[in-house]
């Protein structure tokens, strides 16, 4: 006969392995301008200034950063709002100085990246920098 310890011991280490372990895909992905992608859950990746030793400065693009895409001038970044799956807003950051503008409607993201030539960046889904 089987104890019900054996069972319990069973069962508990069922439940660690199916429910994963807290901040296990947790990443960063390092940006040019001494910025970083941070994702800190599902639900909460942003663009924040890296001051050092683990620490991150305040987000400069706001949850939840989905692509980006950078050149030698700007980062380029589409954040989706949490609430509105179908709702994208668009980001562009200054590498050099940090100036964060955004967020942009799709059309007006369009417009201003062809005024400062960068419509030849190319912006990929977070995972294919990971």
Do not use: F
Request: charged share 25%.
């Amino acid at each position: 006969m089987i104890s019900k310890k054996y069972i319990w011991v069973c069962l508990l280490l069922l439940l660690c392995i199916c429910s994963g372990c807290a901040g296990a895909s947790d990443y960063e992905i390092d940006l040019p301008g001494n910025l970083s992608i941070n994702r800190l859950s599902a639900n909460e990746v942003n663009i924040s200034p890296y001051e050092g030793d683990n620490v991150w400065g305040t987000p400069i693009v706001p949850t939840k950063v989905t692509h980006v895409g950078w050149d030698n001038r700007y980062i380029v970044a589409i954040q989706q709002e949490i609430s509105e799956t179908d709702n994208m807003k668009y980001w562009i950051i200054n590498i050099k100085t940090q100036e964060t503008i955004g967020p942009y409607s799709k059309a007006d993201y369009e417009l201003r990246t062809k005024e400062l030539l960068l419509d030849n960046i190319e912006i990929k889904k977070l995972e294919e920098y990971r």
